[in-house]
């Protein structure tokens, strides 16, 4: 490569997005707008953890729930077979069993 090459080379760098990127950088340094994006974008991450931590405490609280009820079956079950088993008990006497409630009703 030759000087004028490489002369020819850094003006096209320069000349072009370049040097515009960089003055555009520089300027609004100056003028802080690069602290105004960033405070932007901490708020807008901000709000989303928010968000995020309201979901993950609903998911939470169904969950919760839900382990709830299957314990609560799973007790009302053992508590039907012991009925069903002893001796002194009738089975024609005890109540039909609920119907469990569509998980996809809301």
Known sequence: MTIEDIVNLVITLFSGGLLVKILDWIRDARKGHLQQRRAEVDAAIAERDKARSERDKALADVGWFERWTRILEEHV????????????????????YPPRPSRDKQ
């Open 77 to 96: 079950s053992l508590v039907r077979r012991r009925y069903i088993d002893a001796p002194c008990t009738d089975p024609g006497d005890l109540d039909p």
